[in-house]
Nanobody, 117 residues
Framework: QVQLVESGGGLVQAGESLRLSCVASGISRIIFSANAMGWYRQAPGKQRELVASITHSGSTNDADSVKGRFTISRDNAKNTVYLQMNSLKPEDTAVYYC????????WGQGTQVTVSS
């Protein structure tokens, strides 16, 4: 059974950094490396939105709101995808979710990120 587990969220002040991790279990490294991965977030009262994505080949795509501040990366040897978040703003406050795949999709349970002003 495929599971995605996010970690690294927390409460920080504006301008600080956090690094989120998402580990995929129940799946081989070969299958993991063949899948696109993404980070999404959902703030209270808002729809879930894409933050950043990375293809199997390492090409990345970032939302305009996080360009230059957030970086997505992956370590296929560890079945892990990361989201480095720098210069955090209060509007980045949300639950952050990890997603694997495009046709057959798996989601993690989410990790809370709270940025105080």
């Amino acid at each position: 059974q495929v599971q995605l587990v996010e970690s690294g969220g927390g409460l920080v002040q504006a301008g600080e950094s956090l690094r989120l991790s998402c580990v995929a279990s129940g799946i081989s490294r070969i299958i993991f490396s063949a899948n696109a991965m993404g980070w999404y977030r959902q703030a209270p009262g808002k729809q879930r939105e894409l933050v950043a994505s990375i293809t199997h080949s390492g090409s990345t795509n970032d939302a305009d709101s996080v360009k230059g501040r957030f970086t997505i990366s992956r370590d296929n040897a560890k079945n892990t995808v990361y989201l480095q978040m720098n210069s955090l703003k209060p509007e980045d406050t949300a639950v952050y979710y990890c997603k694997m795949g495009t046709n057959r999709v798996y989601w993690g349970q989410g990790t809370q990120v709270t940025v105080s002003s």
